[in-house]
């Protein structure tokens, strides 16, 4: 059984910076892509970045452009969300999620297009 497993998050204030790791248990996502998912109370799991695995092709949510980054390790089972310039509506449970198949360009935007997903932990931005 697959499994990713996230570390990092916590407490910042504004303006702050965080970074999120999610580790695979095994390279099955070698070929496919993983991606970074939030969801604050009371609302839908929102898509934040993903990439894919043999291009190292990034894409991002508008909302996080130019603040939060996506990376990977060149052994392929970690990938990493940077996140700089925090706002208070930042304030979520970020979860990772990988997927075996590759993504096209600017696909793999919603939970439906990952077979796995992390535990979640909480990032909190205070103002």
């Known amino acids: 059984q697959v499994q990713l497993v996230q570390s990092g998050g916590g407490l910042v204030q504004a303006g702050g910076s965080l970074r999120l790791s999610c580790a695979a248990s095994?390279?099955?996502?070698?070929?496919?892509?993983m991606g970074w998912f939030r969801q604050a109370p009371g609302k839908e799991r929102e898509f934040v970045a993903r990439i894919r695995w043999n291009r190292n092709d990034t894409y991002y949510a508008d909302s996080v452009k130019g603040r939060f980054t996506i990376s990977r390790d060149n052994a392929q089972t970690t990938v990493y969300l940077q996140m700089n310039s925090l706002k208070p509506e930042d304030t979520a449970v970020y979860y990772c999620a990988a997927r075996v198949i590759d993504c096209a360009v600017y696909a793999c935007l919603l939970p439906g297009h990952y077979d796995y997903w992390g535990q979640g932990t909480q990032v909190t931005v205070s103002s």
């Open positions: 095994e390279r099955t996502f070698s070929s496919g892509a």
